[in-house]
């Protein structure tokens, strides 16, 4: 394979990274890149370099987009794990807040039932009191009829 192909070879393998991939390639091959340079000049500055060997650049480069791509995996199974933390978190709090309304809801519940029992109570002690109440005027009225019974005879 000529100079030229193999060249021609590596540059076609260079569009399958990104323009920072080819700046970090640049830069551990000790290539000077302008930060204004385009993806194409960076491509021409690493292939035309007087340290450039083509095997060497293709292992460099492969390993510095795999490198990028796990850090990305990385950065994106981190994103997601934050994700499911926050979403889990949010579950959590809903389920004290509705075990809180729950127990609200109980005590409220409880309380009513309580109250009803208190006024229960009250309205069958009231009944009583009027009932002896009834039962004493009767006495008093039985009692009042023996007199007079006993007074007119």
Known sequence: MSSASARDLVYLELNVGRKSDL??????LGVTIPPEAV???IKRLITSSENYDEEFVKQVFERIIEERIKREENERLEKEKVKLEKENEKQRQMEIEGNEKQRQMEIEGNEKQR?????GN???RQMEIEENEKQRQVEIEEREK???FELEN
């Open 122 to 124: 009250e309205k069958q």
């Open 23 to 28: 700046i970090e390639l640049g830069t551990e």
């Open 146 to 148: 023996q007199r007079t």
């Open 115 to 119: 109250q009803m029992e208190i006024e």
């Open 39 to 41: 993806i194409v000049n």
